[in-house]
């Protein structure tokens, strides 16, 4: 595949996750706040408590029993814990059979994480005994709020460069694997001293060898030169843009030019941080060989999870320009806004409706019921494309997960909290609370620290919808917390 072709795929893949997220930030429950503006306290009142309980509904559903079902859908052979793509030999092996993702999924699990902090800053401060010291503590918890907010949409629009960053530093690395390997290959003596130290003695006789013309300076000339003699495997290097980086990376004069010093200081940096993979577990005076495959094994781990390859022709099409893609996105913002303002009014009436009729509290209606709807469209599709048994698919769907509970944690909360400061609300809602924090923490942190996930980890997740239930019931009408 060719490097245009890759990066219009690449384009495509983040142009869609942006439009997932635009279809999804327009929550319903934060437009059902907004609609308590114009209404009486009491009214205002009735609509924070069915908005919270659709905001502690919709993230724990999207981070229990649609989290889990994207593992069972999406589940492929375990090897190395790396899914295999459209591999699934294993059925129902609870270890051996499950999805892996790259490493910004665990990443979006940490921003989820991070997103709780409004909650345990308006959970803490509500002990407060007097009035104006818990009117402060939701002012507290929405400026902190909205920080987390602009952050996170700054995180997103800068995330495609990071991205691209890292892994042309990955690459780089691997280039200076097959550099150093090559220096080793060609070494009169060992690169390494017994006590694990570079040896400059031989790096300086390595130095004649790239310095063809015998000047005492490696040109760019000479230096591609003796990259393109340079056998690299594994990936499909453009000579000229990996010298261009090496030249960056020894050239510390900025001169063009690396000298004997530049080239010994490189080499041995460079070194270092090849022998610090293994020096825990092998003597120092072990074989540079050694140390330099264990540097190649963790580079290209650190490329495997970083990128986890690209989708075929037939599964991404080119949806238009980056700018028709932001239009639709912002009409499809704004359409959903508009829908949801205009039938926030009737559902309260019949939430409120329903729970007189039927003697069910209004807050379990709008926990279970009111998120099965609202959240239909977007787990379909998540299921959907997890189906398609590959890791790629995979870390969309989960980022897709984690990017909307972390939306529902600051945009929807933002909104809950300005409209219970500006109102004067009562702030009842510490069940909710705390079961987002346990449920946001509990897959968060999981999430934050592994890429792969066996099929034992959907049955956890399932588990926790229930004790969520079970959790607030108890809170709320056993213990009286609210």
């Known amino acids: 595949m060719g490097k245009e072709k890759q990066l219009k795929i690449k384009i495509f893949t983040w142009r869609f996750y942006l439009l997932k997220e635009a279809r999804a930030s327009p929550s319903f429950d934060g437009v059902l706040s907004v609609s308590g503006l114009s209404g009486s306290t009491e009214t ?30 999406g589940k492929c052979d375990l090897v190395d814990d790396v899914a295999q793509d459209a591999q699934d030999t294993k059925g129902f092996n609870l270890t051996e059979s499950g999805v892996s993702t790259d490493i910004w999924t665990s990443y979006a699990a940490r921003i989820m994480v991070i997103s709780v902090i409004p909650f345990l ?5 509500q002990v407060l005994s007097s009035t104006s010291g818990r009117h402060l503590a939701v002012l507290i918890a929405l400026i902190v709020s909205l920080l987390l907010l602009i952050s996170y949409c700054l995180y997103q629009v ?63 000339s000479e230096l591609r030169a003796f990259v393109v003699g340079i056998r690299f495997e594994e990936i499909k290097l453009n000579e000229d843009e990996a010298v261009d980086k090496l030249m960056r990376d020894f050239d ?85 806004t508009l829908i949801a303002a205009a039938v926030a009014d009737p559902l309260v009436d019949a939430v409120d409706n329903f729970s007189d009729a039927t003697g069910i509290p209004a807050f379990f209606i709008s926990f279970i019921a009111l998120p099965i709807a609202t959240n239909s469209s977007e787990a379909v599709t998540a299921i ?27 945009l929807c909360l933002s909104v ?38 066996p099929l034992w980890t959907a049955f956890v997740a399932f588990l926790l919808y229930p004790f969520s239930l079970a959790l607030i019931y108890v809170l709320d009408y056993v213990l009286g917390w609210s």
């Not at 309980?53 to 889990?68: D, E, F, N």
């Not at 449920?439 to 999430?447: D, E, L, M």
């Open 158 to 220: 800068l995330q495609p460069w990071i991205q691209g960053r890292k892994i042309s530093y990955v690459k780089h690395k691997r280039v200076i694997f097959g550099l150093l390997r090559n220096l080793k290959m060609q070494a009169v003596g060992r690169l390494l001293k017994d006590n694990g130290e570079p040896d400059e003695e031989s790096i300086k006789k390595l130095f004649s060898v790239v310095d063809i013309d015998g000047d005492g300076k490696i040109s760019h």
């Open 416 to 453: 809950f909290l300005a409209l219970v400061y500006i109102r004067e609300l009562t702030w009842e809602f510490s069940s909710e609370v705390l079961v987002i924090i346990i449920v946001c923490f509990v897959v968060g942190i999981f999430a934050s620290f592994r890429t792969h996930f």
């Open 121 to 125: 800053i308006v959970q803490i401060l």
């Open 252 to 336: 510390t004069s900025n001169d063009s030019f690396i000298n004997e010093t530049e080239f010994v200081n490189g080499t041995s940096k460079w070194l270092k941080k090849a022998t610090r993979i293994r020096t825990a577990s092998d003597d120092p005076g072990a074989r540079t060989l050694t140390f330099l495959n264990g540097f190649l094994q963790d580079t290209n781990r650190e490329h495997d999870l970083l990128d986890v390859g690209d989708e075929s022709d037939e599964e991404f099409e080119d949806a238009g320009g980056s700018r028709w893609t932001s239009i639709k996105a912002a009409l499809l913002l704004l359409l959903g």
């Open 44 to 73: 205002a009142q009735s609509q924070v408590s069915v908005g919270m309980g659709l905001l502690a509904g919709s993230t724990i559903m999207l981070l229990t029993i649609i989290w889990g079902t994207c593992v069972i859908v």
């Open 384 to 410: 959907i494309f997890a189906s398609r048994d590959k890791r790629k698919t995979a870390s969309l769907t989960f980022s897709e997960l984690y990017g909307a509970a972390t939306m529902n944690n600051v």
